[in-house]
């Protein structure tokens, strides 16, 4: 009894192991592309139940309305009074903006171009002097009378000047000078004078044309030194030059450029 047992057993056994090897070998002898294939297959069927299920459970949209008329029909009407009240509706015209009643300012008219005033030139001071000649000295009764002679009067600071009529009254053209401090030429001490000469200066600007005093004035230089027996000299007191005149001269009429006044030549 017992060897029967242990024979079936072992019958089972060799059942078991040949099913298993049979199989092992049917799937080896497969390639893989079948495989694949299968794999693909098995998905695309699964995809297929899922999407029929899914429109089993949702109804169509246009199944839905057949079922429904009155429904369907609502839409149509809807559809139909919003078109005709669309095209009955007037077309509301855009208003125009409102414009402002203020009258339209005119554009300003263009600022015109102003020269700069000119800037007024420094004030010139020209001066000459009559020196006294061999003797070293020039009387003080001498030098009244050429002073006199000359048109030049007393007046303001205790000196000598050439006046000239303008519409402010007599004002000096140029005036003359003691050479000697404090440079006061008093007619009434005159008598008692000594000096060594006089210094003669003009202003400028000045009441009349800035080169017509100068010539005004080294006129009555040399008329000075002549009647005196003296000598013309320049600002520093050197011999005046004809070279030295053309200088004050030129002098004048760049001045005279930069004041913008008129110089004659």
Known sequence: MDALRWILLILALLVLVGIYVAGRMRNAGRRPRDLVDEAVEREALEQIHIRADSERDIPPLRAAAEDDPDALNDIESLKARVVEEARDRPVQPVPPRPRSSAPEKAPAPPTPRTEAPPQPAPDKLIVLHVAAGPSGHILGVQLKAALESEGLEFGVMDIYHRLVNTSNGHVPQFSVANMLNPGTLDPATMDELSTVGVALFLQLPGPRDAMESFEAMLKCAQS?????????????RSALTPQGIEHIRESIREWSLKARVPARR
Do not use: I, P, T, Y
């Open 224 to 236: 000075l030194a002549e009647r005196l027996d003296g000598q013309v000299l320049d600002a520093s």
